[in-house]
């Protein structure tokens, strides 16, 4: 699999991390197609700075909670670019609250979202990816924190690791390998929203770097794994945490 002869659709790819992982993975030869769910405004600046590289992107909204978003992803990336041969399961929303607090409206969107998506998306995958190809998804390094208030989001987080191992044994024939990536705590927007800057400046206090991870730490992580480097590795997490857990 060359870079010339992939391309790759990424959820949530308007903003963060998700628009940092489509720049990367732009720059590494793929043709991408940039999900997001609302803001056009800000999914048509990733593609029009992945277009000024000369590299070549297509925004297409879609919510991943609706059934049919996924397929028309795969749809929209086949017109438009060939075949697919990397899904980057990134979309993702995160409601902290304690359990005993948690609405039944937030814990249904979290589901939706982090494991309804995730779940289509791999499944359309499974059966729509080239061979060879590569199925990466968010997790969270929130499991092994195991942090108050992050019950709902860590217990959908979880659900996407066990999905890709297992999907990664039935894939094995087909050299399509499953993995995932966990971040630590990121200076995007998702988390960094409702955070006093004293909260902020203790857990950078926390890490063993002194400070948040960025976009670009992540996106490195998961343009490893969709090149052909990462053959090898399949059914695994990789905690691309700095070291916090």
């Given at each position: 699999?060359?870079?010339?002869?992939?391309?790759?659709?990424?959820?949530?790819?308007?903003?963060?991390?998700?628009?940092?992982?489509?720049?990367?993975?732009?720059?590494?030869?793929?043709?991408?197609?940039?999900?997001?769910?609302?803001?056009?405004?800000?999914?048509?600046?990733?593609?029009?700075?992945?277009?000024?590289?000369?590299?070549?992107?297509l925004a297409v909204r879609g919510d991943v909670s609706?059934?049919?978003?996924?397929?028309?992803?795969?749809?929209?990336?086949?017109?438009?670019?060939?075949?697919?041969?990397?899904?980057?399961?990134?979309?993702?929303?995160?409601?902290?609250?304690?359990?005993?607090?948690?609405?039944?409206?937030?814990?249904?969107?979290?589901?939706?979202?982090?494991?309804g998506g995730t779940f289509r998306g791999m499944r359309e995958a499974a059966n729509r990816l080239t061979d060879g190809g590569r199925i990466i998804s968010l997790s969270s390094s929130v499991i092994g924190l195991y942090q108050p208030s992050y019950g709902v989001y860590a217990a959908t987080k979880a659900a996407i690791e066990a999905m890709s191992r297992i999907l990664a044994k039935e894939l094995g024939a087909r050299a399509i390998t499953v993995n995932t990536v966990a971040p630590g705590p990121v200076a995007t927007?998702?988390?960094?929203a409702g955070k006093p800057a004293a909260v902020i400046e203790a857990i950078k206090s926390s890490h063993p770097y002194g400070r948040l991870g960025t976009p670009e730490d992540i996106a490195a992580v998961v343009a490893f794994l969709a090149g052909p480097e990462a053959a090898w590795i399949n059914g695994q997490t990789l905690r691309a945490n700095g070291g916090i857990v």
């Open positions: 699999m060359t870079k010339s002869q992939k391309t790759a659709i990424i959820t949530g790819a308007g903003k963060g991390i998700g628009a940092q992982i489509a720049h990367r993975l732009a720059q590494d030869g793929c043709a991408v197609v940039v999900n997001y769910s609302s803001d056009e405004i800000a999914a048509n600046k990733v593609v029009d700075a992945i277009r000024k590289e000369k590299g070549r992107a609706d059934p049919a978003c996924i397929k028309m992803l795969f749809d929209s990336a086949e017109r438009e670019f060939g075949s697919v041969s990397v899904l980057v399961n990134n979309a993702g929303i995160m409601r902290n609250s304690p359990i005993s607090a948690t609405a039944d409206a937030d814990f249904d969107t979290q589901c939706a979202i982090n494991i927007d998702l988390f960094l």
